[in-house]
């Protein structure tokens, strides 16, 4: 069964506003959680690494302004998109490892359409 | 940084048939991942491969960890309609090759099978 839930499944939202997605471990605790983006017909990249109790590190490219990530309990990470522009519209997918040797395991993604 | 290389782009298949796609890197990986990603979900993983040489097997696929590290492939055998979707091949980057949360992907190999 599924070891990392991502909430919601699909957004829309308006030019302008501010979307939060969350990702939880469903049972076991995950210190560090990954953020990817997958743009349709192409592959997924890593956004940023979110680190509970500490600030994420991001990739190169990657405004942590505009994606404010929070990883405020070892069951629980945020991706927050400020100021949503259409161009922000993607497939936001979450990951988490159960520890340090095992391969990650991905949410079901988030679909996010700014109009 | 790292990529790597993911071969076919895109397979169209009768059912029945088998399949076999492969991933190449300009530089060595300690860990090969396979994915596979079904319209509008996170990828699931299929199988994980952590040393050079090794051949693992998951009900219908095949997987093999090239041995100079720097290849794999994946055959699935006996493909079936429920096998369509998108194959990823995936890998930690950097010459450690540890961090398992930060993951290089392959461009993807869309399968499609005809019944």
């Known amino acids: 069964g599924a070891v990392v839930s991502q909430h919601p499944s699909w957004v829309i939202c308006k030019s302008g506003t501010s979307v939060k997605i969350e990702c939880r471990s469903l049972?076991?605790?995950?210190?560090?959680m990954f953020w990817y983006r997958q743009f349709p017909k192409q592959s997924l990249m890593l956004m940023a690494t979110s680190n509970e109790g500490s600030k994420a590190t991001y990739e190169q490219g990657v405004e942590k302004d505009k994606f404010l990530i929070n990883h405020a309990s070892l069951t629980l990470s945020t991706l927050t998109v400020t100021s949503a522009h259409p161009e922000d519209s993607s497939f936001y997918i979450c990951s988490a490892r159960r520890d340090i040797i095992s391969p990650l395991h991905f949410g079901n993604g988030t679909r996010l359409t700014v109009t | 940084g790292q990529q790597l290389n993911q071969s076919p782009q895109s397979m169209f298949i009768q059912e029945g048939e088998d399949v076999s796609m492969n991933c190449t890197s300009s530089s060595i990986f300690n860990t090969w991942l396979w994915y596979k990603q079904d319209p509008g979900e996170g990828p699931v993983l299929l199988i994980a491969?952590?040393?050079?040489?090794e051949l693992t097997s998951n009900g219908r696929l095949t997987a093999q960890f090239g041995i100079t590290r720097k290849d794999s492939f994946l055959n699935i055998s006996a493909s079936i309609p429920s096998d369509v979707g998108i194959y990823f091949c995936a890998g930690p980057p950097g010459a450690g090759g540890t961090s398992y949360g930060k993951l290089t992907f392959g461009q993807g190999t869309i399968l499609t099978v005809h019944p």
């Open positions: 049972d076991f605790q995950a210190t560090t």
């Open positions: 491969l952590y040393k050079a040489g």
